[in-house]
């Protein structure tokens, strides 16, 4: 039949049928454009994975040449870097180096640390970066690594500092001062581990001792404040608090060290106005200690400082003018041979990182993490190192001339603030220099 004739015979349940066909095949239509669509989307996704996996490949195994390299080798500079110049540059050798790196990339993952062996060839490999942030607290400035000159192909100043502050940041997360540690293991842990605070607390008063022959024992650390000259600080309600009595902006820090020259706590960032005792009053360490006075007092464990700090049960000062070849002189002159050991970490300290021949142009906040990384990296070299015939050679021989001679013709662009000079290393009044003997007081 024709559809005329159809319909002209159709009744309503018929009708009712064609209406419900017509809906669902409507409907039908419908799920079959969504499903269209979303079929379309999953084979262009999968497409943009399959590009974006065969770009990978291509990338990770094209050969590394001089055309698709965007950053120099690491590994090729250091090898046309003798060990002596390499030593030079970075104040370590290069195994140090290699260890350092090693310990860092270990603490903060691949991901960050970007190793050369991982084919990072469109990134600054870490042993790179981290090169530039050693050279620069050695006392290289950021024009050593920018421009066509350099090796290290960075074009921009805020290149170099954000790489600078990135691995200050790695060195500070990787290592740190073992003092406070052992003292709170001391004061709080399981008996294990007051056991073995208790040991090296004794290791660290047997090295001491070892001048003396054990007369003068139970000295743990010498503490003593360092003046690190800053700029003046603009995020602070009183600037004025920070200039110190050597007529600069400085930073206050306290510092203890062992026999060795380690840094066992330093605490950098103090008020460069305010005086040792009262930066000391407002550490962390001075609490513990004030609370643990009595469990030290009864193992004989104390600290060792000149007269600018307050004398207690914790902390031994020497006896003013004392009679000369008197107890209170023997008990001066031991105690003048722990407490020396702290000036000369000090004097390791600003000689081997060249940042502290000038004036720090940080904030306070970032001034104080370089400070922080700069000891720790301290630490690390005094613990690391094998000969130290070339750093005694070195500390030895050093001078004004050595610090005029070190960045000789390197830049003009010096500033007021870039007068190199070597940072003194007690924050007290000078004293004449040498013991006073019985001559000298029957003369006066």
């Known amino acids: 039949n024709s559809p005329?004739?159809?319909?002209?015979?159709?009744?309503?349940?018929d009708f009712c049928m064609l209406l419900f066909t017509v809906a669902a095949a409507q409907v039908e239509l419908q799920n079959l454009d969504i499903l269209g669509s979303e079929l379309m989307s999953l084979i262009k996704e999968q497409e943009a994975s399959r590009k974006s996996y065969l770009r990978r490949c291509r990338r990770t195994n094209r050969e590394i040449t001089e055309d698709t390299q965007r950053f120099p080798s690491w590994l090729l500079m250091c090898e046309d870097t003798s060990e002596k110049i390499f030593r030079t540059k970075f104040h370590m050798s290069k195994i140090q180096f290699q260890n350092l790196c090693l310990k860092i990339r270990s603490t903060i993952g691949d991901t960050k640390f970007r190793?050369?062996?991982?084919?990072?060839?469109?990134y600054l490999c870490g042993e790179a970066?981290?090169?530039?942030?050693?050279?620069?607290l050695a006392g290289g400035n950021y024009l050593d690594f920018i421009g066509a000159g350099s090796s290290y192909k960075i074009q921009s100043h805020t290149t170099i500092y954000r790489i600078f502050k990135t691995a200050v940041k790695w060195i500070n997360s990787t290592f740190s001062f073992p003092l406070e540690g052992i003292l709170h293991d001391l004061e709080k842990g399981n008996e294990t581990d007051k056991k073995v605070a208790f040991n090296k607390l004794q290791m660290l008063s047997d090295n001491f001792a070892m001048d003396s022959s054990g007369v003068f024992s139970g000295c743990i650390g010498a503490i003593d404040g360092l003046a690190v000259r800053i700029e003046c600080p603009r995020d602070v309600m009183d600037p004025g608090s920070y200039f110190s009595r050597k007529n600069f902006y400085a930073l206050n820090v306290q510092a203890i060290c062992d026999r060795q020259k380690n840094i066992l706590w330093m605490s950098p960032g103090h008020q460069g106005s305010s005086h040792d005792s009262?930066?000391?009053?407002?550490?962390?360490?001075h609490d513990?200690?004030?609370r643990m006075k009595d469990q030290l007092s009864y193992h004989k464990f104390f600290l060792v400082r000149d007269s600018a700090y307050p004398i207690s049960s914790y902390l031994m000062i020497p006896f003013l003018d004392p009679e000369p070849e008197s107890s209170e002189d023997v008990f001066n002159f031991w105690l003048s041979n722990s407490r020396i050991h702290i000036e000369c970490a000090f004097g390791e300290f600003v000689m081997r990182w060249g940042i502290f021949w000038r004036t720090l142009k940080f904030g306070l906040v970032d001034s104080v993490v370089v400070i922080r990384a700069a000891g720790l990296l301290h630490n690390y070299l005094v613990q690391t190192r094998i000969d130290t015939a070339n750093d005694d050679r070195f500390f030895r021989e050093f001078s004004h001339k050595t610090i005029d001679n070190y960045f000789e013709g390197a830049h003009p662009y010096v500033g007021e603030d870039d007068i190199l000079?070597?940072?003194?290393?007690?924050?007290?009044?000078?004293?004449?220099p040498g013991r006073k003997d019985k001559s000298i007081l029957e003369e006066q």
């Open 4 to 13: 005329e004739e159809y319909v002209s015979n159709a009744d309503d349940f």
């Open 288 to 290: 513990i200690l004030l």
């Open 278 to 285: 009262s930066a000391w009053f407002d550490t962390e360490l």
């Open 129 to 136: 970066r981290l090169a530039i942030a050693i050279r620069m």
């Open 115 to 122: 190793p050369e062996s991982k084919n990072y060839i469109t």
């Open 421 to 432: 000079f070597p940072l003194v290393t007690d924050n007290n009044a000078p004293k004449p």
